[in-house]
């Protein structure tokens, strides 16, 4: 467990934001009147990978790594009074677990999980409109990322085991550690929007939906706004107390899109964490452009907020890999050394990486894609693989914000980004060359804690300070080397790895292939 702290008397109680992500979880301790930062701790979780396409976590082990992380936070304040609690968290991952028991059935399956692909397919073999009536419902593809399938086999899979149906509970991670906390079982409208079973226009279950997946509503939590009232802590739960209120709960995304005040359209921001997920706010519910999907962003002060999105799966997880395979220095962290590499070249040397390990994610949502590293010759170094890899990760952003635009949306004008790969200044300064536009690069990597710690104080009445300003990265003016043709060479390697040609890789086309892959 990290921690980190700042010791000061407190007057008016502390806020305790959680963010309950896939590697760990952080936790951080408010001051419930300034939003000063008091205490900071995080603890990890873990994660199994049992059969190509698995992915799974101990549901267990997310509450108690949770729990590590609150307590760590504070034992740096001991006289701190809680007065309330701001949880953001990794969406679409779920658990199933025993009401009567409040045991986990089984392990979380993880957002990544992709065991349910054929069920899926399965799916929209017997019922071919299904792919129609999802999107159109839920703002959605049809995807084994999100919950209904895996909410469904994890169901199963307790039944199967012996478990009395009536007793089964599901829900995403929000409302495995609400539920935990409070005892109450229910979740927030952001993490249900990705689900593929709410209903985007009324904002609840739907029936269709429901009998589509096969699950009974009596399994599932009941769908609340962000800032409702979640419940009060039912007991002691190691040095947090008894009778704290859970004020606000937000998907972790989205937290980051509220912490960075992206609340309107024409604003946007990207996450570089794992994946990538790159969000804008909309006032149109219905379904986005090919690849992107609609979900609900927030529901604050009785009023939904809606976002479109686009999901990229592999770009963290681009860069770890590639500086593991050209050899991370020991002591040395892969992303800084990566950089390094990197910035020895002053461009790829005509090689383009496409990290499709298990398939593309948004815009292209082409599960049979495959990783292809295009270009190479007797002079590539490994500057310019480097190089390739942080390009990649730029590329693919920039797919999704042309993509999200192609229908005559609001356009992004500066483009806010938080998470770990954001430390990298030249992977900044290639996305604001390729996207032509200014980041706004936020300055606490807490983006979704911080967000979700505003939502509580609002909700106690605080207005709290805007974020932080980070800093801002404008895009080189265009030269002779110019981003086009850095676009057109990608594209082509777009193409290569999903096996098509460049027109056909357009996700703003309506051809076969894109009607196939994006529902
Ligand atoms: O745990 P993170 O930060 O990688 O976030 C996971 C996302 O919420 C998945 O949609």
């Given at each position: 467990m990290t921690r980190s702290g700042i010791a000061r008397p407190l007057r008016d109680g502390a806020l305790l934001a959680i963010d309950q992500g896939t590697t760990n979880t952080k936790a951080m301790l408010l001051d419930a009147s300034t939003g000063l930062v008091l205490a900071e701790a995080s603890a990890p979780t873990s994660i199994a990978f049992p059969a190509p396409g698995w992915v799974e976590q101990d549901a267990e082990r997310l509450w108690t790594a949770t729990m590590a992380a609150v307590d760590g936070c504070l034992e740096q304040q001991p006289e701190a009074r809680v007065v309330g609690i701001g949880i953001s968290n990794q969406r679409e991952t779920v658990v199933c677990w025993s009401r009567s028991t409040g045991r986990a059935l089984g392990p979380a399956l993880g957002w990544q999980d992709a065991r349910t692909t054929a069920w899926c397919a399965d799916l929209l073999e017997r019922e071919p409109s299904a792919a129609q009536t999802i999107r159109q419902r839920t703002g959605l593809s049809l995807d084994p990322m999100f919950s209904a399938p895996k909410f469904r086999t994890s169901i199963d899979a307790a039944v199967a085991g012996g478990a009395d149906p009536t007793d089964v509970a599901v829900g995403t991670v929000d409302a495995w550690l609400v539920w935990r906390l409070t005892g109450q079982h229910v979740t927030e409208l952001g993490n249900a929007s990705r689900t593929l079973l709410l209903d985007l226009a009324s904002l609840a279950w739907h029936d269709d939906l429901l009998s589509l997946f096969g699950i009974d509503a009596a399994r599932l939590p009941e769908p609340r706004p962000s800032d409702a009232s979640f419940g009060v802590t039912s007991t002691r739960h190691g040095r947090l107390p008894a009778g704290v209120p859970v004020l606000a709960v937000l998907a972790d995304s989205h937290a980051a899109l509220y912490h960075h005040g992206c609340t309107t359209p024409g604003t946007g921001k990207a996450t570089y964490g794992t994946g990538t997920s790159v969000m804008s706010p909309t006032k149109d519910p219905s379904a986005g452009p090919h690849g992107i999907a609609t979900t609900v962003a927030w529901h604050v002060g009785g009023a939904p907020t809606y976002a479109r999105e686009g999901n990229i799966v592999a770009s963290g997880s681009a860069l770890d890999w590639m500086a593991s395979t050209l050899g991370v220095p020991e002591g040395t962290a892969g992303g800084a050394h990566l950089t390094a590499l990197a910035g020895e070249v002053p461009d790829s040397g005509g090689v383009c990486f496409?990290?499709?390990?298990?398939?593309?994610?948004?815009?292209?949502?082409?599960?049979?894609?495959?990783?292809?590293?295009?270009?190479?010759?007797?002079?590539?170094?490994?500057?310019?693989?480097?190089?390739?890899?942080?390009?990649a990760v730029a590329h693919q952003v920039t797919d999704v914000v042309e993509a999200m635009e192609s229908?005559?949306?609001?356009?992004?004008?500066?483009?806010?980004?938080?998470?770990?790969?954001?430390?990298?200044?030249?992977?900044?300064?290639?996305?604001?060359?390729?996207?032509?536009?200014?980041?706004?690069?936020?300055?606490?990597?807490?983006?979704?804690?911080?967000?979700?710690?505003?939502?509580?104080?609002?909700?106690?009445?605080?207005?709290?300070?805007?974020?932080?300003?980070?800093?801002?990265?404008?895009?080189?003016?265009?030269?002779?080397?110019?981003?086009?043709?850095?676009?057109?060479?990608?594209?082509?390697?777009?193409?290569?790895?999903?096996?098509?040609?460049?027109?056909?890789?357009?996700?703003?086309?309506?051809?076969?292939?894109?009607?196939?892959?994006?529902?």
């Open positions: 496409v990290p499709a390990f298990s398939g593309l994610g948004a815009p292209y949502w082409d599960r049979s894609a495959v990783g292809v590293l295009v270009g190479v010759s007797g002079g590539t170094t490994r500057g310019h693989l480097a190089r390739a890899a942080l390009e229908d005559g949306s609001a356009r992004i004008d500066t483009l806010h980004a938080d998470g770990g790969a954001t430390a990298s200044g030249l992977l900044m300064q290639v996305q604001a060359d390729l996207l032509g536009r200014p980041l706004e690069v936020a300055s606490s990597p807490a983006a979704s804690a911080l967000g979700a710690a505003r939502l509580a104080a609002e909700h106690l009445g605080v207005a709290t300070p805007p974020a932080e300003p980070g800093h801002r990265v404008a895009p080189h003016p265009p030269t002779s080397s110019d981003a086009g043709a850095a676009r057109r060479s990608w594209r082509q390697a777009i193409a290569r790895s999903r096996g098509l040609t460049v027109s056909q890789t357009d996700p703003t086309l309506r051809d076969e292939t894109i009607e196939r892959n994006d529902p």
